[in-house]
């Protein structure tokens, strides 16, 4: 897509028509009695990629992974990996290792004991087993802890030895079910670096979940997003953020302001659109509405540039009271008040806040954002 | 803060009152004479020299039951008989019990209360009824034989009531809840998904018992295996109506030897060694159950 860059190498299986999926998800529907925690899902992954699943809480994210773990199988549709279906495979013959969202630590063996076990199954020698538990230790920083039982481990802790654990086998595909949420911010940015240079030095194709969309921003080639069993858009973290499909996608990773329009012209990339009280608003239309249709005019509060004297363009210009401001350290956020009782946030980086004249509460402001950097989003 | 003391001491009264009390009785007992009186023995520190007197009494303890039961082969063959007899016992509801806390444990959840009140059920009638009840099955020309012999599989009656055999069957039968409820308690809140990490890690079901299941099941069949063993030591009832002459079982002995030959001092005697017998495994439990938590 025009104008969105994959930032991470020259990573793009999904974009090469010759490149064969490593997991394919084939129409696959999974029920429990009445409920449809998977609902007609297809999608495809690649040899080593890094892929993060994002959708709220109970929309399908788990139920995914225990299908492609072996755990449960398939109501409808298929599973494949490399071009073979999976359906009957029993999980300790599949090349898949998970890590489990509650963990699942053995309680009766110790820390070293648990990261070796995957290791003993597979009849590992028992000095490269210890050099690799000791390898793992190091990777999670529990150096200290290889003797403790899980019960007398923080949860941060257990959550180092469960991915210790899932990642000591070097497995083919890794999956992740929130690796690293119980983790405080440092320890967690050490980690998600040490995952991502686990998996370019190893190759293993990473599936992770995660609540924290910083992180699938980071890491992650491709973001999924899901809505109640669905995969509602796929795509790498730049184009997800900036062209989301939806309402739905934008809402999910980060903050979208919206204004409801009807569309008045198109002309190439970008659309005119009118809003409620006749303003005059200007986005790009990559889901080509057409004149006459009720759209979203969406842009993210950083797209906004705010001023005291009104800016001079022809249009995407608003006029407010300054309602509330919060100030975050690296941005302040404003929420303006628009004549019509909508609220707009918009951020500012931090680079002059401080100024002599900061703009301050009720303040009457003017907003303006660029055409390129808003969208059109259907209604 | 004086009722939370109040309630640690409890128990400790419970037992002071329902154990300790007794036995000190029968200890006492124990070291005492046999007698031709009402009660059969001569009593030994009575009250009536007051606390002097016990030192006195002291130098008279007779240790004479002790060394008696050494000497009669009689007694040791005895608890020998028991502890093997509770032993095999204990390992074959071990056997049948595990299998079967284990497809409760693993029974779709809805069913798990049926299933945990079948096995409650046989407590709603008396012990005593269900053992007799063995006698109609277990002779020669019982059910069991009759369906033997109907179904073709043997052409004589076999021999099981009054036997060793039939002693087994009613020690199994009667004791199998005690294996099976602690052991379901266990395998019921063992946690599935731990089998699950298992298997992910390459681990085949069969050696995922034994690593994860059988480990974590370890608490559950030790407090199963001591509900059976200590009981069936002691065991009476069942000997006396299953067993034939040759079931040699200490609880009956105790039993000849305070209402037959009327000697209470070395009746008491036995029961004594028996609980001294009965304490090491229960230590040893308690030993194993502290390794546990401070591990
Ligand atoms: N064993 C089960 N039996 C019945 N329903 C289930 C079962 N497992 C999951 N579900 C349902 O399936 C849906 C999806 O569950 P899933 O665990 O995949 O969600 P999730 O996306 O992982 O959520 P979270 O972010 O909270 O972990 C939920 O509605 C859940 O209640
Ligand atoms: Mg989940």
Redesign the interface.
Known sequence: MKGVASFRRDFEPWNDGSARPFIQFDNLTKRYGAVTAVDRLSLDIYEREFFALLGPSGCGKTTLMRVL???EEASEGAVYLEGEDLAGR???RRP???M?Q?Y?????MDVAKNIA??LK??GMGKGEITDRVAEMLTLVKMEGFATR?PDQLSGGQRQRVALA??LA?QPRLLLLDEPLGALDRKLREETQFELVDLQERLGITFMIVTHDQEEAMTMADRIAVMDVGQIVQVAPPAEIYERPASRYVADFLGDMNFLPTTITSTKGDLATMEGEDGTVLKALNPHQATIGRNAWFAARPEKFRISRNRPVAACNVLQGEVWDIAYLGDLTIYKVRLGDGTFIKASQLNRDVMADDPITWEEQVWLHADPQTALVLPA | MKTSRFTVWLPYLWLLIFFLAPFALVLKLSLSEPAIAIPPYNPVLTWEEGIAGWWVDLKRLSFENYRFITEDSLYWKSYLSSVWIATVSTLLTLAIGFPLAYGMARAPRAMRPVLLMLVILPFWTSFLIRVYAWIGILKKEGLLNQFLLWAGLIDQPLTILNTDVAVYIGIVYSYLPFMVLPLYANLEKQDATLLEAAADLGCTPFRAFWTVTWPLALPGVLAGCFLVFIPAVGEFVIPALLGGSDTLMIGQTLYDEFFKNRDWPVSSTVAVILLAILIIPIVIFQRLQQREAGA
């Open positions: 773990a072996g755990f029993p999980p300790y898949v290792n998970m489990f509650s699942a630590l053995f309680p009766h076990f995957g199954q597979d039982k654990r899932s086998k």
